[in-house]
T-cell receptor
Framework: DAKTTQPTSMDCAEGRAANLPCNHSTISGNEYVYWYRQIHSQGPQYIIHGLKNNETNEMASLIITEDRKSSTLILPHATLRDTAVYYCIVRATGSSASKIIFGSGTRLSIRP | KAGVTQTPRYLIKTRGQQVTLSCSPISGHRSVSWYQQTPGQGLQFLFEYFSETQRNKGNFPGRFSGRQFSNSRSEMNVSTLELGDSALYLC??????????????FGPGTRLTVL
């Protein structure tokens, strides 16, 4: 079973920030939070990951709460191309790919 | 760097047939994993290979098998196809053995339809 819970769907206006929440209340100390997204009928695309500090890259920002029980992926200026299913995953250091459990994800729709 | 490539992209087979799917990882990547994605079950782990050895296997019947070659390219085979095997089969590669917690880079997938 997935160790994360995410809203089934969200929508956001184009040009605005999209904030996608994820709960991972049972996360262990050595588990990272990963985010992937999947555009229809394509393979999942890695977005960002973090352990406990906030992270930012060219695609998004990841905000992890101090207790690490939840996180938020932020797409700062959403575009129509950001319409996809977003998956939040927790994965331990040293774990194999078999431990990557994709839940149902959040279907993000960007409105023009 | 070229991404993960999978061939063929689309495939139609009939029940009882067998199929072989191919995956070429990103150059330099030695770990390859396979996943099955269906609308009902979501994305499920099939197996993981590193240096031609299967490191982990998901909960799939023995009809699903795979292998990895010395150049890190990988194939998966499904024998005696069933209607329920219709799915998007995804391959992912990572830079080194997953001990270093590297992200997985996914290919575009092979869409298999079993009639």
């Amino acid at each position: 079973d997935a160790k994360t819970t995410q809203p089934t769907s969200m929508d956001c206006a184009e040009g605005r920030a999209a904030n996608l929440p994820c709960n991972h209340s049972t996360i262990s100390g050595n588990e990272y939070v990963y985010w992937y997204r999947q555009i229809h009928s394509q393979g999942p695309q890695y977005i960002i990951h973090g352990l406990k500090n906030n992270e930012t890259n060219e695609m998004a920002s990841l905000i992890i709460t101090e207790d690490r029980k939840s996180s938020t992926l932020i797409l700062p200026h959403a575009t129509l191309r950001d319409t996809a299913v977003y998956y939040c995953i927790v994965r331990a250091t040293g774990s194999s790919a078999s431990k990557i459990i994709f839940g149902s994800g959040t279907r993000l729709s960007i409105r023009p | 760097k070229a991404g993960v490539t999978q061939t063929p992209r689309y495939l139609i087979k009939t029940r009882g047939q067998q199929v072989t799917l191919s995956c070429s990882p990103i150059s330099g990547h030695r770990s390859v994993s396979w996943y099955q994605q269906t609308p009902g079950q979501g994305l499920q782990f099939l197996f993981e290979y590193f240096s031609e050895t299967q490191r982990n296997k998901g909960n799939f019947p023995g009809r699903f098998s795979g292998r990895q070659f010395s150049n890190s390219r990988s194939e998966m085979n499904v024998s005696t196809l069933e209607l329920g095997d219709s799915a998007l089969y995804l391959c992912a590669s990572s830079g080194v053995v997953s001990d270093l917690n590297n992200e997985q880079f996914f290919g575009p997938g092979t869409r298999l339809t079993v009639l």
